[in-house]
């Protein structure tokens, strides 16, 4: 779980963005209560990350993307940060 962005504040006004690839919420807009002051945009929130696990023996190597790929303890793992597939 990513942590939110921050609230917006008294100097700023607007929420800051969610972390990269924590899949955190994006910061709230600060209100001042008043209708003569613009509108404060809230922050994005942050995009995510998938990884997989999958035996070694049974890895087809298949994907799409860019994704990283790493070996360890028998498994062969895959980090997704970005668009991309894995085929069976």
Known sequence: NGGGGDGGNSSSFSGSN???NTGGGGGGTHNTGYSTFPTHPSG?????????RIPTYTYSGST???PFVSN???????KFVSSGTYTA
């Open 18 to 20: 969610g972390e990269t």
């Open 44 to 52: 994005a929130g942050g995009s995510g990350v998938v990884i997989l």
């Open 64 to 66: 799409t993307g860019n």
């Open 72 to 78: 360890s303890g028998g498994y062969t793992w895959i």
